[in-house]
């Protein structure tokens, strides 16, 4: 359910902001603003600062900010309605009733007795793995090192070697056939009678992020190859492989700056174990969009550490652009000498993969070190594919510092020259040879760079200049128009202001950010940067004068962006001609 606007304002402007983070941070005002120690990274100068006129926070250490349903959205992993409601019941105020059809209550009906039946189906699995039946489960966790604490953290269980043990378990317990069918953890027979999916295998709970059990992985003891080694429950009401990394409900305790995503179950109990309690693993699928913006949520960083094969290597290119499209920082590690981190950690220990995570590398290094293994230094085709494929990849950074590290650790190594790559990837970015040209070509793009800043600034500044101006927003009718900023979230936040001052309303940062949350959550991030600034203008004059150059800036910048993608000589002319009469149409803002 969407709650209205009205809604949303009078439960955000009942919770001061500063009242809510001091329930769960030490804050203490210095100036305008009150600081305290970051909740979501460790730290021991606090950087973590709250300000109650904007009524946002935001983190100098880490980054993180917004207004208070942000910092309830982190601190509770609750999602943006679930954080109003928290706050509404907090100030006792009344929300409107939700209209809930039937097939909603028959559906949330379901899903509370499956997660019954799977709580009471990792209980069996437990009790059959601590009994004499559980004997070659209890070995293999044995000869992996896992220890009786991890066992029972995890819920670890064992799925006896039989046909139909956890099915007449679960009937017994009063489960309806039906359901236990529904949960996937039995199959039907051609015969039309009912077996259980996994058998005589370690089992280990998927658990969600509320604590409910809502599938199982099962690891196969047999040495049947023809049997999947590890076996996953399929798609329920509720579970989904694409949205439920496992152990996301552990990795998300004390707010870890980053997650280590790794390949298996084992994995991430192995590092559990040697104290690195923040990783997660996909859930018998690829890792996609979906694993993705659920893993938002809770951390901007991901160290992805897939196995040491070429599998491995393939997981990890495969995550590099998931990761990337979804705005998360991402490094990449491979253990050496081992196949996987839990191999490492029992070969090398706990101290040494501590040291290892550090040398984890950003995905430009990682894929050129992967090009580099499949280079074979005496074949000229290998080299000709090795040069056309690192090239495709340098082009794409425009930071020449980072470029010419990345040219030196390709070239290391190999028959390429430093000039021959710098001659292609010139060639792929439009460039020539001619070093005056070159030296032009790059002095252009540090002018682009700071020219699309000085746009950025004036995007920002006339957004705070007209939220909380609205004699200045009125004069802008005519002279501007929300399409000139080319960004939707700008175009968003102008919105928000029109509809604010339409209604006479005050209209602060966190109004702002509120509003354009439920909207696009992708955008808040930007926001809370650009609304987090103060402006240095004291009177209404300084105001005038800097939206004026604002707007300036900002419509250059719409007209400049139309003619380098137009082809049309006719729309260039026009366009031509309208850059060059921007002053004059800035005249109706002129005192």
């Given at each position: 359910m969407r709650y209205s606007d009205d809604v949303i304002m009078d439960v955000r402007q009942a919770n001061d902001i500063v009242d809510v983070i001091g329930e769960y941070v030490i804050l203490k005002k210095k100036g305008t603003n009150y600081f305290g120690l970051c909740p979501f990274h460790g730290e021991k100068t606090p950087s973590f600062s709250v300000n109650r006129e904007k009524q946002i926070f935001h983190c100098f250490g880490c980054g993180v900010g917004g207004g208070v349903f942000k910092?309830?959205?982190?601190?509770?992993?609750?999602?943006?309605?679930?954080?109003?409601?928290?706050?509404?019941?907090?100030?006792?105020?009344?929300?409107?009733?939700?209209?809930?059809?039937?097939?909603?209550?028959?559906?949330?009906?379901?899903?509370?007795?499956?997660?019954?039946?799977?709580?009471?189906?990792?209980?069996?699995?437990?009790?059959?793995?601590?009994?004499?039946?559980?004997k070659p489960a209890t070995d293999y966790l044995n000869m992996r090192g896992v220890s009786n604490a991890a066992r029972i953290k995890f819920g670890i269980g064992y799925a006896p070697d039989s046909w139909n043990s956890l099915n007449d378990h679960l009937l017994k317990e009063g489960f309806p056939q039906e359901l236990i069918a529904q949960s996937g953890l039995v199959k039907q027979g051609s015969s039309g009678k009912y077996y259980d999916r996994f058998r005589n295998r370690v089992m280990f709970p998927i658990i969600d992020i509320s604590g409910h059990v809502i599938a199982f992985g099962g690891r196969r003891l047999s040495e049947n190859k023809e049997e999947a080694k590890y076996l996953n429950s399929p798609d329920t009401e509720i579970f989904s492989k694409s949205y439920n990394p496992y152990n996301l409900n552990l990795a998300r305790q004390g707010h870890p700056d980053e997650f280590i995503l790794v390949e298996g179950y084992m994995d991430v109990i192995s590092l559990y174990q040697a104290g690195f309690k923040n990783a997660i693993a996909a859930c018998g699928t690829a890792f996609n969009e979906k694993h993705a913006g659920v893993i938002k949520r809770f951390t901007h960083n991901i160290i992805a550490l897939f196995d040491s094969d070429n599998a491995g290597e393939n997981a990890a290119l495969k995550a590099i652009p998931v990761l990337k499209n979804a705005g998360i920082n991402m490094k990449i590690l491979q253990v050496p000498n081992a196949k996987d981190p839990d191999e490492y950690i029992n070969n090398f220990g706990a101290e040494a993969f501590g040291k290892l995570i550090k040398t984890a590398v950003n995905p430009m290094l990682f894929r050129i070190n992967v090009l580099k293994k499949q280079l074979v230094p005496d074949n000229p085709d290998s080299v000709i594919l090795f040069t056309q494929k690192v090239t495709e990849i340098l082009s794409e950074t425009d930071n020449l510092s980072e470029l010419d590290i990345y040219i030196n650790t390709a070239i290391k190594g190999t028959p390429v020259s430093t000039e021959s790559l710098r001659s292609d990837i010139r060639r792929i970015k439009g460039m020539t040879d001619d070093p005056s040209d070159n030296s032009r070509t790059y002095a252009r793009q540090y002018k682009n760079t700071a020219a699309s800043g000085a746009v950025e600034e004036a995007k920002s500044t006339l957004i705070n200049i007209i939220a909380n101006d609205k004699l200045l927003f009125q004069r802008l009718d005519g002279v501007f128009s929300k399409e000139e900023f080319d960004d939707d979230m700008y175009v968003r936040l102008f919105d928000i202001v029109e509809r604010a001052h339409k209604k006479d309303a005050p209209i602060t940062a966190a109004d702002l950010l509120t509003l354009l949350e439920p909207e696009n959550p992708e955008y808040v991030k930007r926001?809370?940067?650009?609304?987090?600034?103060?402006?240095?203008?004291?009177?209404?004059?300084?105001?005038?004068?800097?939206?004026?150059?604002?707007?300036?800036?900002?419509?250059?910048?719409?007209?400049?962006?139309?003619?380098?993608?137009?082809?049309?000589?006719?729309?260039?002319?026009?366009?031509?001609?309208?850059?060059?009469?921007?002053?004059?149409?800035l005249k109706a803002l002129t005192i």
């Amino acid at each position: 359910m969407r709650y209205s606007d009205d809604v949303i304002m009078d439960v955000r402007q009942a919770n001061d902001i500063v009242d809510v983070i001091g329930e769960y941070v030490i804050l203490k005002k210095k100036g305008t603003n009150y600081f305290g120690l970051c909740p979501f990274h460790g730290e021991k100068t606090p950087s973590f600062s709250v300000n109650r006129e904007k009524q946002i926070f935001h983190c100098f250490g880490c980054g993180v900010g917004g207004g208070v349903f942000k910092f309830i959205e982190l601190q509770e992993s609750l999602s943006f309605t679930e954080s109003l409601e928290f706050l509404a019941n907090r100030i006792n105020y009344k929300l409107p009733d939700k209209i809930v059809s039937q097939d909603d209550l028959i559906r949330q009906e379901t899903k509370e007795k499956l997660w019954e039946l799977h709580k009471a189906a990792a209980r069996f699995f437990y009790e059959c793995l601590v009994s004499d039946l559980g004997k070659p489960a209890t070995d293999y966790l044995n000869m992996r090192g896992v220890s009786n604490a991890a066992r029972i953290k995890f819920g670890i269980g064992y799925a006896p070697d039989s046909w139909n043990s956890l099915n007449d378990h679960l009937l017994k317990e009063g489960f309806p056939q039906e359901l236990i069918a529904q949960s996937g953890l039995v199959k039907q027979g051609s015969s039309g009678k009912y077996y259980d999916r996994f058998r005589n295998r370690v089992m280990f709970p998927i658990i969600d992020i509320s604590g409910h059990v809502i599938a199982f992985g099962g690891r196969r003891l047999s040495e049947n190859k023809e049997e999947a080694k590890y076996l996953n429950s399929p798609d329920t009401e509720i579970f989904s492989k694409s949205y439920n990394p496992y152990n996301l409900n552990l990795a998300r305790q004390g707010h870890p700056d980053e997650f280590i995503l790794v390949e298996g179950y084992m994995d991430v109990i192995s590092l559990y174990q040697a104290g690195f309690k923040n990783a997660i693993a996909a859930c018998g699928t690829a890792f996609n969009e979906k694993h993705a913006g659920v893993i938002k949520r809770f951390t901007h960083n991901i160290i992805a550490l897939f196995d040491s094969d070429n599998a491995g290597e393939n997981a990890a290119l495969k995550a590099i652009p998931v990761l990337k499209n979804a705005g998360i920082n991402m490094k990449i590690l491979q253990v050496p000498n081992a196949k996987d981190p839990d191999e490492y950690i029992n070969n090398f220990g706990a101290e040494a993969f501590g040291k290892l995570i550090k040398t984890a590398v950003n995905p430009m290094l990682f894929r050129i070190n992967v090009l580099k293994k499949q280079l074979v230094p005496d074949n000229p085709d290998s080299v000709i594919l090795f040069t056309q494929k690192v090239t495709e990849i340098l082009s794409e950074t425009d930071n020449l510092s980072e470029l010419d590290i990345y040219i030196n650790t390709a070239i290391k190594g190999t028959p390429v020259s430093t000039e021959s790559l710098r001659s292609d990837i010139r060639r792929i970015k439009g460039m020539t040879d001619d070093p005056s040209d070159n030296s032009r070509t790059y002095a252009r793009q540090y002018k682009n760079t700071a020219a699309s800043g000085a746009v950025e600034e004036a995007k920002s500044t006339l957004i705070n200049i007209i939220a909380n101006d609205k004699l200045l927003f009125q004069r802008l009718d005519g002279v501007f128009s929300k399409e000139e900023f080319d960004d939707d979230m700008y175009v968003r936040l102008f919105d928000i202001v029109e509809r604010a001052h339409k209604k006479d309303a005050p209209i602060t940062a966190a109004d702002l950010l509120t509003l354009l949350e439920p909207e696009n959550p992708e955008y808040v991030k930007r926001a809370e940067a650009v609304l987090w600034s103060q402006l240095p203008y004291t009177n209404a004059d300084q105001r005038h004068s800097a939206l004026l150059s604002a707007v300036k800036i900002i419509k250059t910048a719409h007209v400049d962006s139309l003619m380098r993608k137009t082809e049309d000589d006719e729309l260039m002319s026009k366009l031509i001609d309208e850059k060059r009469n921007i002053e004059n149409s800035l005249k109706a803002l002129t005192i």
